[in-house]
């Protein structure tokens, strides 16, 4: 491992020109107004690194926040030559039953005090013999509909069926999303699949730096012209999957394998990895950009949190683990947390996205959930476990901040809605793929802040 980490530091050496420090060449255009966005990136850093942050990560090793359920062993939908990673850091450990909070299991759809106040009401009528059955028929309707969250029509994302034997709870604590040596053709087929086929791009249009693609580093001037001429919706559409994968890139660098013997393990940044991912010489130009890409995504699922504070402001709404005094202080952590996200002052404005002709936006708004979902998918064709445990939380949580975007009128009646049949709802999975992914958009903004630093210290 040390003789691998030597040798990319003698190729970055080799490839890296004096023309400016390590520093700026990762981070020259990552500065200043960010396209189609009203905010800056130094405002970001400031707000994400001393605001959002610690909050955002005391909250996430909370109980409620901790424990993913998730199924693994979903079978590839797009190719048959699908096969399992033998690398040992690929691998995912679930949670034993003694390991998962009570309130988490049978009763993991109890997300509200009135759901199980019903429910008990519900039992009591039953116990009594009561003729009229109409509040346990209304009750236990409810009830399924909270678990089934009968909104499949506004999601932007395939969910796992939680009732699934193949369902498990995974602890995201004990499991973090780190670089495991998954790599290579195996991939570069996930990702090659997720922008050729599913960011509205014509094949006539080479994507730059496509390791599946010979010469590719010349397309770079064709595709930009192609992508500037796209909708502003379309346009945000790779901007977010960009984001995400830079996202994804930037963990991997911060938490690699450095050193590995018989006594320990050492995780930390790789620089050398981080340049060679976004050095803008290293990659033509192109890392950079995906750093800008990155703010861009913050933004997105930093608006949804600011949205959807009323839906978790309700008395009726708690963070239910079994644990009331644990769960009230978390509700309040929560509700801190969201209070300060709303008071972001350069929040992305979603109203000038879907907001041409009216049949059109709606089409284009269907378009781009089905693309989106499309791309959930492609996650269960991952062959590194951890990578797909970590690919599949963080698209379920983007898409989650998409159906909040796009559910205004929805969320805003909410407290005009009956208990039993709310205009908005969000099941556990995507509360807490919502959060977790936007703990790993925040902690990469807050990484990138580590590796200026780090950069700033070689030696020209």
């Not at 006594?263 to 290293?282: A, C, I, P, T, Y």
Request: glycine share 4%.
């Amino acid at each position: 491992m040390k003789s691998f980490i030597l040798l990319a530091v003698l190729l970055t050496s080799v490839h890296v020109t004096t023309a400016g420090s390590a520093a700026h060449r990762c981070f020259c255009q990552v500065t200043g107004t960010l396209d189609d966005c009203a905010c800056d990136v130094e405002t970001i850093d400031s707000f994400n690194n001393k605001e959002i942050f610690p909050k955002l990560q005391k909250l996430l090793s909370s109980d409620y926040f901790r424990f993913y359920q998730v199924n693994l062993n979903n079978p590839c939908p797009f190719w048959t030559d699908h096969s399992q990673c033998g690398l040992k850091y690929c691998a995912v450990k679930p949670c034993t039953p003694g390991e998962v909070p009570e309130g988490l299991k049978s009763s993991s759809y109890k997300y509200s005090e009135e759901a199980s106040q019903d429910l008990e009401k519900c039992e009591k009528v039953e116990k009594l013999g009561a003729v009229n059955s109409s509040l346990s028929d209304e009750t236990l309707q409810a009830l399924q509909e909270w678990k089934k969250h009968d909104d499949e029509s506004d999601r932007f994302c395939m969910l796992d069926d939680e009732d699934s034997p193949e369902s498990k709870y995974v602890d995201l604590l004990l499991n973090p999303e780190r670089f495991t040596g998954y790599k290579g053709p195996e991939a570069w087929r996930i990702w090659n699949s997720i922008y050729e086929e599913n960011c509205f791009k014509p094949y006539s249009v080479k994507r730059p730096l496509n390791p599946l693609v010979s010469n590719s580093g010349e397309h770079g001037q064709g595709f930009y012209r192609w992508l500037e001429g796209l909708c502003v919706e379309k346009r945000a559409f790779f901007r977010l999957i960009s984001g995400l994968h830079c996202s994804i890139n930037i963990h991997l660098s911060a938490r690699y394998l450095l050193n590995e013997n018989w006594f320990e393990m050492k995780w930390g940044h790789n620089v050398s990895e981080f340049q060679l991912r976004f050095d803008e010489e290293l990659t033509e130009g192109e890392g950079p950009k995906r750093l800008r890409n990155l703010y861009f995504l913050y933004l997105i699922e930093l608006r949804a949190l600011a949205k959807i504070l009323p839906y978790f402001e309700r008395p009726t709404f708690h963070l239910y683990t079994g644990q009331p005094t644990q769960d009230n202080k978390n509700k309040k952590l929560l509700l801190e947390l969201l209070h300060v996200a709303k008071s972001f002052p350069l929040h992305f404005d979603e109203t000038a996205l879907f907001a041409g002709n009216k049949k059109e936006a709606m089409k284009l708004k269907e378009d781009f959930k089905l693309t989106f979902k499309n791309i959930s998918r492609i996650m269960d064709c991952v062959e590194c476990f951890k990578c797909r445990l970590w690919g599949k939380l963080q698209t379920q949580g983007l898409g989650t901040a998409l159906k909040i975007l796009f559910s205004e009128r929805q969320i805003e009646a909410m407290p005009n809605t009956s208990n039993t049949n709310p205009s908005f709802q969000l099941s556990r999975q995507e509360i807490v793929s919502l959060f977790n992914a936007f703990g790993r958009i925040s902690t990469s903004v807050r990484e990138l802040k580590n590796f200026r630093s780090l950069l700033s210290k070689l030696k020209q």
